[in-house]
């Protein structure tokens, strides 16, 4: 299959690990015979000559996501409206480089990722104008994302935006179709679940068991934040120090909440807790095996979480709020062990860790097991590979032409930034 990759963004350029996830997966493609080409956003920083050049990676699309609308935190109100229309609704620049592509590459199937900040509602318009099918991979609310206006949800918006909502789906959790379709877009034609992967080269070290008595080693990597569960982790950790527990954490990743380091004062934890800083990927996985468990206590949205994942291939127990994406998938006491979203209850858990109460060492066994075997990459491509082949079976060939539907952008454009100016005037 000639298949193109559409991306905010493509490595070495990423925000996370939505476009990890994304290169992971292309290579994987490629590897099985397939010709992928990625269409994404020019670099906000110039590439280096040590980074690699992928001749089948196009990088001329224009990116207002909300990294580069943060040099516009002074612009006036409507500039920065105006660049969030850019941002979800439509850029006709990136519409003509997305139908240009077309032009040019004569695909099978469209394979779509994360389209915000590339104006994903018109990106995904001009496919249903060609007539190209395709499968969008959602490992986040993006659709929804896409019919929003400053954080709230244009209902007129979803109406419109409806017709073209029609394709194959691939979600990586019930939680996350229920978050976009609550008043959001349906998600119209085919849903598949496939969960975020691990892809592991090579067998991962494993980490020692912990004896019951001995300090309890407690890792979290990820942006530190209240709504990761941040404090909820520092305050347990908290009570169990004040009841002579002796537990140790380290942090890793960016602090997002300076005052974070406050409550660690407060609760004397600065000898318990280690701030780390955000680490190279490579770096991260060799410290998770000096570890005993891996603590997660994100909010109810998160629609995955693949650190938990990573962990759990080198024998490090997940212990998630029992509300999350990635909860769907694993089993309590089987091969993680979960927790209410509160301080008391991860500190309970801990707690009987720590008592003996509950033996890690089975869990930690079947944890690494199901990391390697059932959420290998290489277990989800063959039916990625079957949702592409089947969506581009449908095709009846293209239709339209660039000129016509990069000129339909443009009014489109015009429409909705008059529209504002009228509302804002008002």
Known sequence: MKILVVSNLFPPCQEGGYEVQCAQMVRQLRMRGHSVHVLTAAPAIPLVAADPVDSDVTRTMQSSHYLRRRRMMHAGQLTQVLAEVATNFVCPENVYSLL??????EPDVAYLW??????????????????LPWVWHLEDAVPRFLCQLRGRLLPHLVQVSQPVMRGTWLVCSTRLVAEIERAGPRLDGRVEFIPAWIDEPRLP??????VPGEPLRVVYSGVMATFKGTEILLDALGQLHAEGH???LDLIGPVQEPRLQDVVNAASLHEAVTFHGPLPHDAVLQMLPRSHVFAFPTHEREPFGVAPLEAAARGVVPVLSESCGISEW???RLHCLKAPRSPDQFANVLRQIMTGEIDLTPIARRARVAALRDFSIARWVPKVEQALADAAATSAGLSGR?????RAALMFEQIVN??????MAA
């Open 100 to 105: 240009r592509e077309i032009d040019e590459l």
């Open 114 to 131: 994360n389209l915000v900040g590339l104006g994903g509602l018109g990106l995904v318009s001009g496919l249903a104008y060609r007539g």
């Open 205 to 210: 070290p494993v980490a020692s068991p912990h």
């Open 246 to 248: 002796r537990v140790t």
């Open 330 to 332: 694993l089993v309590d």
């Open 402 to 406: 660039t000129a016509s539907g990069h």
């Open 418 to 423: 008059v529209t504002l100016e009228e509302m």
